[in-house]
């Protein structure tokens, strides 16, 4: 490897740790930006004058912009590097790549690759407005037949299909069948919530979808090209006052990596969270915290434990077990 090659290595380390911390402020900016918007929404509410000074936000998104930009150069500098140290590397080992192919193409037959997907981790995560975190159980405390505003920001610039998987997941009315045991599933939670019995709290069960760039609606789905450190595809943050959810933040990572199978999957689960589940023991069911299969559908029992949860009993750690 020449020096000039092993500099380029090094520039791209540092890049990336530069890369890394950016998004680690943008993450925290934006994250701050909504807990002040959501705190003077509540203090205007309660006609309480000393709401946040608004400069402030507009600061942080001046903040967050910047931020935003420094992160798409620095992205192109890293692809520029790379280009340069994998057109070199190949030069090197092409001779090498050549021998080897024809070792293998003489001596062994190629497997078909396995089928299905790896299994898809997945947080969730409760916050007070003091950002304590909490595992109560949480619900939201609206006004019957109120529909939830729900915000599609497609940061990933996915395809038009992508962002219908996500709209398939919440207000899909359609079910499936399981062959072996003759159970319906539901595809979307809209679809879902409609065969619950009227609770003490109202269940949102109406959904308006809307696709802006600022954190406007009551339920936000950020689709990222960010890859999580911890490898997490998707994570819910919600916002809570006591047991009432304020708000709900969905963050889908790598969303342009994804299939539409995988997306809908993913949001369909991190959707109960939304709602107000929390994950479940049951490695078969919908709101297990890791998806390790195409068909994450929602269960006639995740319905049962939301209608639990909206009547102010907590479920069970299994809830998916107790049936």
Known sequence: MTQRMQANEESIKQLRCKLEHLTNELSKTTEYIQLLEIQDEIKLKNDNIDVEPEHEIIELLQKQNTISHEIILVKKRIQKLSAKTILKIELLILPVVIILLFFVATNYVIQ????????IKTRYTIENLQGSTTDDYKYWNVASNTPLVVNIINNADVSDQNIQAVKNAITSTETVSDGSSQANYFKGWQGAVQTIPDTKHYIPERFNIIQSSSSEGQIV?????????NGYSGITKTIVDGNQILKAFITIYDADKLTNVQIESI???????????????????????????????????????LQKLYNEVKPSEGFCNDE
């Open 112 to 119: 078909p690759s396995s089928e299905g997907d790896p299994s």
């Open 221 to 229: 789905i950020t689709l990222s090209t960010i890859k999580d450190g």
């Open 267 to 305: 949001v369909r689960h991190e959707f109960g969270h939304a709602l107000g589940l929390p994950h479940t023991s049951n490695t078969s069911d919908l709101m297990y915290d890791s998806i390790t299969t195409n068909h994450s559908y929602i269960s006639v029992c995740d319905t049962k434990a």
